[in-house]
């Protein structure tokens, strides 16, 4: 696991917290399956260059 994706998944992990959301919410907010996203989530796989964009895109918005 790389530290950028280690910072990745902290980021996501911080974000749920703050705003209450649920891996299924990230998941569809970011377009990503929920199956992937646990996966990115835990370390288990690396996201793509797509997937990470989106992800940080995802958890620098504010939810309405």
Known sequence: ?????????????AYQ??????D???AFGSRISVEKFHAIKSGE????????SSLK????TKPN
């Open 57 to 60: 895109h995802y958890i620098a």
């Open 24 to 26: 299924g919410e990230m």
């Open 17 to 22: 917290k703050k705003y209450d959301k649920t």
């Open 1 to 13: 696991m790389s530290q950028e994706l280690s910072d990745l998944a902290e980021a996501i992990i």
């Open 45 to 52: 796989i690396d996201p793509n260059a797509d997937e990470q």
